[in-house]
């Protein structure tokens, strides 16, 4: 899997307020030092363009933060199958990546020896 695989570009909705500290430009500069969030851009004044890596961070992770923060999502059935269907497939994706863990294990040159019993000590231990 390409490093550009683990990317994700997703729209968040939230709820129409007159308030201007709980539309998307405010959500934006919450996100914006978010690590994982490579961009958090408003689409329009309730509506979020996000672009996210799933090696640090989830959709779902993303909307708790919002909703956190005091950001009402929009509920709506739509908006919400979306974003289900969007938590799904970074699910999924998250559990299938392929992680090497050689590259966190240490090098070394010598293999550990596995200690050996002969079996007449074992049999001198038995009775």
Known sequence: MDDTDHYRCRLISLRPSADKSKQAEAACVALAEVEGILLAAPFDPCSIHLMYSLDQISLGLVT?????????????????VRKTIYQFLDANARDN??????????ETDETPEIPRRSSEKYWDDYH
């Open 64 to 80: 708790d933060l919002l909703d956190e923060l005091g950001f009402e999502l929009d509920k709506s059935i739509l908006v919400t």
């Open 97 to 106: 990546m392929h992680i090497d863990v050689t590259s966190f294990q240490e």
